[in-house]
């Protein structure tokens, strides 16, 4: 199993970016499945994700109004639309995927991880 993303890059401050990853080996019918970040020097954080139990979308306070998640359960795959990008932003993308009862979306509750994508915005 093995979760493959695509569509980092290099963007201005004020931007966007669309971020997507593919599934493969399972599917998200028991697994919330999203992303989280890791910015230089600092901790891997929760980013967004979509809950297996009633697909509800959840976003850090940092994003919110700004990123966007969603899925195409048909292809397995799941998305990030970035926009309003910030340099605070500039991090490592992780898709990852948690097991439905998870309780808090943190590295510590994550079973299968990307390989993850660099996402810098300049200002």
């Known amino acids: 199993v093995q979760l493959v993303e695509s569509g980092g890059g290099l963007v201005q401050a004020g931007g966007s970016l669309r971020l997507s990853c593919v599934a493969l080996?399972?599917?998200?019918?028991?697994?919330?499945v999203g992303w989280l970040r890791q910015a230089p020097g600092k901790e891997r954080e929760g980013v967004s994700y979509?809950?297996?139990?009633?697909?509800?979308?959840h976003y850090a306070d940092s994003v919110k109004g700004r990123f966007t998640i969603s899925s195409d359960n048909a292809k397995n795959t799941v998305y990030l639309q970035m926009n309003s990008l910030k340099p605070e932003d500039t991090a490592v993308y992780y898709c990852?995927?948690?097991?439905?009862?998870?309780?808090?979306?943190?590295?510590?509750?994550?079973?299968?991880w990307g390989q993850g994508t660099q996402v810098t915005v300049s200002s």
């Open positions: 990852a995927a948690a097991p439905r009862n998870f309780k808090s979306w943190n590295p510590f509750w994550i079973d299968i």
């Open positions: 080996g399972f599917t998200f019918d028991d697994y919330a």
């Open positions: 979509i809950s297996a139990s009633d697909g509800s979308t």
